[in-house]
């Protein structure tokens, strides 16, 4: 009887041991099928929900440059007569040549405000059944969002994409009312350009493709990711696999109608060597179970759940810090071990792509400070480099001084020479301008137009009048010829001077419209001069 009982109580404990087992088996695959593995595939959706944002603030970066030259072109004089009255020599000067090569265009135009088109320039990439189509789009543009020539008009742009030949292609109408920006409303200047995937893919090291929505059927798979993406949100994920993820999106069109499918493809290699190392990990762990039972129950705490445990901590604490730069520290030579390290590369590489993103950024945003055309600070640069000066010499009590500059006659010189020319002209004027400043506080900045503006921290009127005197020296000893300048027959500026010493009783465009009164009264003495606030012209 004893025997038989101490040979039950045994195949107890071997039923106990094995059972005991299976549950910790169990509880294994528990944590990693819902913990570890959920977190690998939703840092993997985060990252390439990421790469779909980085696309869209690719493309909307182009559309931001192609309004800014279409503004250029847009707010120009002689653009605005070409539009009223058509006169040929503007197409002879402005539109000659390999006119749509040279500002990287498949598509320019000139309408009317009655939709005549006065000009039309297209590469031949662009159908011309497409051309119909996209003047028919603006001359709706011209009708439902504008005015019909009403005084005190003042329109925003128009811009997106529409499809062309069945490809995405970026597409700003800008009204055309004058370098003031104010009516009357007489046409529409209308520039386009295919998106350029292989350059975009190239800049953002990300992989993906457009595919045209507006085709009389769509396939069944097309048609499935479009119901998920209305009933779940922005995004569809595609096929899941070990190394591979998709994202869907939607691109629409300038009138907001769905045009594109955008998809990417997010690579999951090291999730995918993980999921192997995992299911290695839970083969070696039931084998190992059943061999070493007894070793097992007392140390299956010890060696799975707990690492195990740590590492689930880990992935849940990644992905809601979302701090690439942490690390398991797990120094363990083992499967687990293997696993931890696997998850540390993959951090590495999201924090690398994490840091190129953030990179790109930044240059999006120094672009977005940046003049296109002469690659000095913009207006919007200027703002705040001076709102920060500003600020600091209320501090400090010290004078801050600002030199307003224009180009004499600087019309008459696109009219004579042409926009090409007139655009070399400012890009000179803007490397002088920056090589006669030396202090890293300095700042120069593209005003408007042929309008520049200079800010000196920490000087006073002396040292503003002889970095002025210096300007106008070298830009003279350049000889830029203005045979039509009333003034002398090579280009010249005019530049007004105000110092201030902020006090805090007034804001900084005191200093602005100081500076801009010596410089009307440096236009008004005859030009290629200096005047400052403070005291007479001089030449």
């Known amino acids: 009887m004893s025997r038989d009982f101490l040979r039950s109580l045994e195949t107890q404990a071997v039923v106990i041991g094995i059972f005991v087992i299976l549950l910790s088996c169990l509880g294994l695959f528990s944590v990693l099928r819902y913990l570890v593995i959920p977190g690998f595939t939703h840092l993997g959706e985060q990252q390439a929900q990421q790469n779909i944002l980085r696309i869209n603030n690719g493309i909307k970066r182009e559309l931001q440059v192609l309004n800014i030259l ?4 847009a707010s120009r004089d002689d653009t605005v007569s070409f539009v009223e009255t058509g006169n040929d020599g503007y197409i002879q000067i402005n539109l000659a040549g390999d006119i749509l090569e040279n500002l990287d265009l498949h598509y320019l135009q000139f309408l009317t405000l009655s939709g005549e088109s006065r000009w039309l320039g297209r590469s031949s990439l662009v159908p011309f059944e497409d051309v119909a189509t996209i003047t028919a789009l603006n001359r709706n543009l011209l009708q439902s969002q504008f005015s019909s020539g009403d005084e005190g008009v003042n329109p925003a742009v128009s811009s997106g994409v529409v499809a062309v030949a069945d490809k995405p292609f970026l597409l700003s109408a800008y009204p055309v009312v004058g370098s003031t920006e104010e009516g009357p409303l007489l046409g529409m200047l209308l520039m386009g350009k295919f ?3 292989d350059e975009l893919q190239e800049r953002l090291l990300i992989s993906f493709s457009f595919e045209y929505l507006a085709r009389s059927k769509l396939d069944s798979d097309t048609a499935d990711i479009l119901r998920q993406i209305h009933t779940s949100s922005s995004y569809s994920i595609g096929k899941k696999e070990k190394d591979t993820l998709v994202m869907h999106s939607i691109v629409e069109d300038i009138t907001g109608k769905e045009a594109f499918l955008l998809s990417t493809n997010y690579p999951r290699h090291i999730s995918g ?10 083969a070696f762990s039931i084998v190992g179970a ?10 299956l705490n010890r060696i799975i759940f707990t690492p195990v445990q740590k590492l689930t901590v880990h992935v849940r604490s990644v992905i809601k810090s979302q701090d690439y730069g942490s690390r398991t520290c797990m120094d363990r030579k083992d499967e687990i071990g293997i696993l931890a390290r696997t998850f540390d590369r993959l951090l590495v590489q999201m924090g690398s792509q994490t840091m190129a993103l953030l990179e790109a950024n930044k240059m999006l945003e120094k672009s977005s400070l940046t003049d296109a055309l002469t690659g000095i600070a913009n207006r919007r640069q200027l703002d705040l480099s001076l709102e920060q000066a500003w600020q600091h010499h209320i501090r400090e009590h010290e004078p801050l001084t600002m030199i307003m500059c224009d180009i004499d006659h600087f019309k008459l010189y696109n009219d004579t020479y042409g926009h090409d020319r007139g655009d070399t002209c400012l890009k000179i004027v803007s490397r002088m301008l920056s090589g006669a400043l030396h202090r890293p506080s300095d700042v120069v900045s593209r005003y408007g137009g042929e309008e520049f503006v200079l800010l000196l921290p920490n000087t006073n009127t002396a040292g503003g009048e002889l970095v002025a005197a210096n300007i106008s020296k070298a830009l003279f000893d350049q000889q830029i010829e203005h045979s039509a300048s009333p003034t002398l027959s090579v280009v010249t500026i005019s530049m007004g001077i105000a110092t201030l010493i902020p006090d805090g009783k007034e804001d900084r465009n005191a200093l602005l419209k100081a500076a801009d009164q010596a410089l009307y009264a440096a236009k008004e003495g005859g030009r290629n001069q200096v005047c400052c606030s403070s005291h007479a012209c001089v030449r």
């Open 70 to 73: 279409a503004l250029d072109w």
């Open 290 to 299: 059943l061999v070493l039972i007894a070793m097992l129950l007392l140390w």
């Open 195 to 197: 998106v350029d995937i």
């Open 273 to 282: 060597q993980a999921l192997d190392l995992i299911e290695e990990a839970m």
